[in-house]
């Protein structure tokens, strides 16, 4: 990350390791926003997990400038605008829940940050390869994704949806095994 302030103060996050975490209120402060790209990631634990994996699989060093955010859910109004401040060509990735609240934040970061954001590890094979880990959905589950099959947002992640339906199934981020590899994003 790279941030630049409405003084124009440069401030370079890249050195802090494996995480740092930035006051929500000093995001009003900001003009730029710079990176690769960017991994949102719903869910702290997750979060946790996936930068000491990355952090041990790069040998301590970050060899890319991508960006990895920690969401803890629904992304606050200091993280859209953080997002909104990338460059529009900066790709940026969602890893969420495969369920109706995953694809629901997905949506909502579309209308409001724009169809970069994508998927990350929230497809059918993610949800096969993990299965023993997936819970049934409950009836509310099954009436929600449902709905989100008519956001026109989400037209490409309806198969994985129809696949949640198909299968009544659905899977939390901790439930999904991490195997890191270089340049997966």
């Known amino acids: 990350w790279q941030f630049t302030t409405d003084k124009g103060e440069i401030l370079n996050l890249s050195g802090f ?32 997990q996936y930068i000491r994996q990355t952090e041990y699989t790069n040998s301590g060093t970050r060899s890319t400038q991508h960006a990895i955010l920690c969401t803890y859910g629904n992304p606050s109004p200091a ?20 369920d109706y609240g995953g694809f629901n934040i997905l949506s909502q970061l579309r209308r409001m940050i724009g169809e970069q954001v994508q998927p990350y590890l929230m497809d059918i094979d993610t949800l096969e390869s993990n299965i023993p880990r997936a819970r049934p959905l409950t009836a509310p589950d099954r009436t ?27 899977l939390e981020q901790e439930g999904v095994e991490i195997l890191i590899r270089q340049g997966d994003l």
């Open 79 to 98: 993280v859209r605008r953080v997002l909104r401040l990338l460059p529009e060509t900066t790709p940026i990735s969602l890893w969420s829940d495969l």
């Open 17 to 48: 390791t494996p995480s740092v975490g930035f006051p929500a209120t000093q995001t009003a402060t900001l003009q730029t926003v710079q990176a690769e790209s960017v991994l949102c990631i719903e869910n702290l634990t997750t979060f946790n």
């Open 144 to 170: 929600n994704l449902k709905r989100l099959l008519l956001k026109p947002e989400l037209r490409d992640v309806r198969p994985v949806i129809e696949h949640l339906l198909k299968r009544g199934l659905k």
